[in-house]
């Protein structure tokens, strides 16, 4: 999408940021989330509820297996700083990360990609982006699990084994199937394709 025109408040003679420019837009714009990835300003409104209610849903199997306590944590809009730019940097919706993200904060609120060991995606109307700007950055941060929430063509996509600017293994599932995510993460987590998609989708009247 595109975001609402921001005034330049910077000195000509200034170094040009657009970390600068990111923190503009949040700040004139409450609920919008601003990220940088290769250089260019990605804008995503605020979520609706459906968005949200996915996060939700998709939290329970993951806590259940204990991915949330010594080793490792599950949390929501942390962001990941981008080997693809100096100020390029992701937030994605939910991650499982290893417990002492702490210890790996590099600047602007982002942490190390190496602490990271799976980003999700629910997609929103920029959908492209999700499915196609970011799985280079997350391929070229070495994420090891991508997954995404593909809510406008309801299906899964569980992205594996970074390689580049791309991820080797990309499997699509469709509602109906059972997801069993790598164990790499910490624990073996089993999700429901068509629970997630009926999650992400608005209720009927």
């Known amino acids: 999408m595109s975001a609402a025109s921001v005034e330049q408040p910077f000195d000509a ?3 040009f940021s657009l970390t600068a420019i990111a923190d503009e837009i949040m700040e004139r ?3 919008y989330r601003v990220e940088i990835i290769g250089g260019h300003l990605l804008v995503t409104p605020s979520p609706d509820a459906p968005h949200a209610r996915v996060l939700t849903d ?4 993951f806590l259940a297996a204990g991915l949330h306590g010594a080793e490792t944590e599950v949390l929501q809009s942390v962001a990941i700083k981008l080997p693809t730019g100096a100020e390029d940097y992701c937030i994605p919706d939910l991650v499982v990360v290893d417990a002492d ?3 790996h904060f590099i600047e602007n609120n982002a942490y ?3 602490c990271f060991r799976l980003v999700l995606e629910v ?3 920029n959908w492209r982006d999700d499915l196609k700007t970011k799985v280079g950055a997350y391929a ?3 994420v090891p699990v991508y997954l995404v929430v593909d809510r406008k063509h309801q299906r899964l996509h569980v992205l594996t084994e970074p390689a580049g600017s791309e991820y080797a293994n990309h499997r699509v599932h469709a509602p109906g199937e059972t997801v069993t995510l790598p164990d790499s993460i910490g624990a073996e987590v089993a999700l ?5 998609i009926k999650a992400g989708q608005k209720k009927a009247d």
């Open 123 to 125: 997609t929103s109307g």
């Open 112 to 114: 190390d990609p190496v």
């Open 140 to 142: 070229e941060a070495k």
């Open 13 to 15: 003679d200034e170094p």
């Open 58 to 61: 998709l939290m329970i199997p």
């Open 29 to 31: 714009h409450p609920g």
């Open 192 to 196: 429901d394709v068509e629970q997630i």
């Open 101 to 103: 993200i702490d210890d």
